[in-house]
């Protein structure tokens, strides 16, 4: 049912909830709260502690006229009493506030404890008046925007649930409900959002949890068996040129990538399909152990592919890829969307022929109806932007190939298990030597012209930089304007005697081509881009990254970003732009700045922002979870997961029981599977 039907829901009002995702009464009902303020929490004045948050019940016994401060605020202040003492009422800009109450009357004020100079204050506390004897209850407080309050939004969710047992059915059988304590789902929705009590919301906060973790983890295994794992994938031997070829390369590689390779090559050798993921940080030298693994498998008479998120990045690797390969008399094709029919027919046929021995592509590679003669090895590059389907449709292009995944997110363990289902895990923990940590200044805007001098200082001496442009909030500019205003902008100032380039994602593949090659050859010395360089892109003699609106991005991004400078022998730094308006941006900020580890920067993400940024379904092609946490829900991640696996394993998941719960997993993932993020 749409929302519009809900009574007080209009055509303005339905649009304002659109914009929070709210479209149909069914989002309203699954729209969860972000918190709940716990107005049983009654105490005496003088038991009050600073910071907390508390209910009172009191009489208002004066109020001030509006006074401004010094900043040119109102203050507005309000004296309230009860038995226990008295409590001052503070608002900041709302001076109506002093006309809404009376003196003597009672209200119940709902707020954030300051004790100051001998006072204890309430900062613009939520109020209710004339309110009962048994006030309070655990009330939810949703995430909002400007057009829709907390009132209303509890409004449209109250009359929403009327119509629960309309909009929802139970999909977790009985027996499963026993067993583990869990609420039916009518009345879990209803408890989510106006609780009952503290026990009842527990119970119901975790049944929500349970049930989209057990539906992942069904989908997660589902789809592995799909890809059956048997005993007959190609053997492929080490070959003997692969010495000669190491050799040959213009580095040494480092202690984790030889270590990786010599588990990649020893998984290759059997007839189990290698099944393994490359985890290392950007820069740590991913791609040649992917092009060793390829030239192996050429070496033997078999093809491999390689996908890759972007166009750019999959045109990168085909030229480092025939830049090592030609020479040995192994042949590789590129594969992307933006060919033309003629020239893919071309490729498709030779791939089909087994002239091709490694086709690197984008999504185009599982898109075109590619056939191959004996495709023996199957890798992804920036994992994190596929989904699940997509690595499995690329892998069914094989006769069970071996298959390599390679990410730059830093994924804990226990997380990367869950993720990647039994996936082998090779890390990378060393970066090739010689590279210096990537300095990083944050600055506010006002100081951008002196991040600009400091550019031209390093493209004096040889050296390029990336500007990164991206949205200020609200706007309804495309990124691509964006970009093209800041290149128009920096050309005619602060570049004018330096060539400007610009690349976005609306611009044709060819034009993006052509300004990719001019940059790598050093034609361009500013290249004012998207986050389309986000993933891979590899420039050494690039050494300043700057990011306007650096706020606008979230840690793991802004560590990718930043990884596409310090990747050659020269000293990189990193300049970040910001307003960065609340304590948490500047924090985010911060962080950005004292450290260059991944894995880091992702904890201390996690502590900021809970585990979505970095570790959120969504970046994994995976459904969305609005209430579980893949790192807070441990224990239930690892519960569901069992009994996922033995509802699989014995069968019983095709039970008639359970056959709701089937189509609710299907329902989940046949959305998300072609949910990808390519520019
Ligand atoms: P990522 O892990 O981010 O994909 P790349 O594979 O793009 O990193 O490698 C980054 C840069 O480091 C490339 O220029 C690559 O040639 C270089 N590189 C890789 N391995 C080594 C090594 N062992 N010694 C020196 N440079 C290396
Ligand atoms: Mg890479």
């Not at 609420?183 to 049944?207: E, G, M, Q």
Request: hydrophobic share 40%; charged share 25%.
């Amino acid at each position: 049912m749409e929302i519009q039907y809900i009574k007080g829901v209009g055509p303005k009002l339905s649009k304002y909830l659109n914009l929070l995702g709210i479209y149909t009464v069914k989002d309203a009902i699954y729209y969860f709260p972000r918190d709940y303020e716990d107005r049983n929490n009654i105490k005496p004045v003088y038991d009050m502690v600073d910071g907390e948050m508390v209910s009172i019940i009191a009489e208002v016994s004066l109020i001030y006229p509006s006074k401004k401060t010094s900043t040119g605020k109102y203050l507005n202040r309000i004296i309230f009493k009860n038995s226990s003492g008295y409590i001052v009422g503070v608002w900041f800009n709302q001076p109506y506030i002093k006309n809404t109450f009376k003196v003597g009357e009672r209200v119940l004020l709902y707020g954030k404890v300051s004790k100051r100079m001998g006072e204890v204050q309430l900062i613009e506390p939520q109020y209710e008046k004339n309110p009962g004897e048994a006030v309070g209850g655990i009330n939810p407080i949703y995430p909002i925007n400007k057009y829709v309050s907390q009132k209303v939004i509890r409004k449209i969710i109250y009359q929403s649930l009327l119509n629960v047992e309309k909009e929802v059915s139970e999909f977790l059988p009985e027996n499963l409900r026993k067993i583990y304590n869990i609420p039916d789902i009518v009345t879990a929705l209803k408890n989510v959002h106006f609780p009952a009590d503290k026990f009842v919301l527990k119970l119901s906060i975790d049944r929500i949890k349970f049930e989209e973790l057990l539906v992942l983890q069904l989908g997660l295994i589902m789809a592995k068996n799909q890809l059956s794992v048997k005993e007959n994938a190609y053997p492929i031997p080490v070959c003997k040129e692969m010495k000669e070829f190491k050799d040959a390369l213009p580095f040494n590689l480092t202690g984790a990538q030889s270590k990786c390779i010599r588990e990649i090559l020893t998984d290759m050798k059997k007839t189990k399909p290698m099944n393994r993921l490359v985890q290392g940080d950007v820069g740590s030298g991913k791609t040649i152990v992917a092009i060793i693994a390829m030239f192996n498998c050429a070496m033997n008479g078999f093809q491999s592919a390689m996908m890759a998120p972007t166009e750019i990045l999959a045109e990168q690797h085909y030229h480092s890829i025939t830049g090592l390969l030609n020479r040995w008399g192994i042949t590789a094709a590129l594969l992307t969307g933006s060919m033309t029919k003629r020239e893919k027919d071309e490729v498709l046929k030779r791939i089909a022929s087994g002239e091709i021995d490694i086709v690197v592509g984008t999504h185009a590679l599982i898109q075109e109806n590619v056939e191959f003669k004996k495709l023996a090895l199957v890798i992804t590059d920036e994992q994190h932007r596929f989904g699940v389907r997509q690595r499995a449709e690329l892998i069914s292009k094989g006769h069970n190939p071996h298959v390599l995944v390679m990410t730059a997110t830093p994924i804990p363990r226990t997380l990367a298990l869950f993720m990647y289902g039994d996936m082998d895990i090779s890390i990378i923990n060393e970066l090739p030597p010689g590279r210096q940590k990537v300095d990083t200044y944050f600055i506010r805007p006002a100081m951008k012209n002196r991040a600009y001098d400091f550019v031209k200082t390093e493209i004096e001496k040889g050296r390029q930089a990336y500007v990164v442009c991206s949205l200020v909030e609200e706007s309804e500019k495309l990124e691509a304007e964006s970009a093209v205003e800041t290149a128009e902008f920096l050309s005619k100032n602060y570049f004018k005697d330096y060539n400007v380039g610009l690349l976005h994602g609306k611009m044709n593949p060819k034009e993006k081509d052509e300004v990719m090659n001019k940059f790598k050859n050093g034609e361009i010395h500013v290249l004012v881009s998207t986050t389309v360089v986000e993933v891979g892109v590899n420039v050494p003699n690039a050494t300043v990254m700057v990011i306007e609106n650096a706020d606008r991005f979230g840690l793991a991004q802004l560590h990718q970003l930043r990884g596409r400078v310090g990747r050659g022998q020269y000293k990189s730094y990193c300049i970040l732009i910001a307003e960065a308006k609340t304590n948490e941006a500047v924090q985010r900020m911060d962080i950005m700045t004292k450290t260059n580890d991944g894995f880091v920067i992702a904890e201390k993400d996690m502590e900021l922002r809970g585990t979505g940024e970095f570790f959120g379904t969504k970046q994994h092609g995976l459904p969305e979870l609005k209430m579980a946490d893949l790192v807070r829900d441990i224990e239930i991640v690892k519960k569901t997961r069992d009994i996922a696996r033995e509802l699989v394993e014995t069968g019983k998941i095709f039970e008639s029981e359970y056959e709701l719960l089937r189509r609710e997993v299907n329902n989940k993932f046949g959305d998300s599977f072609d949910y990808t993020m390519f520019n």
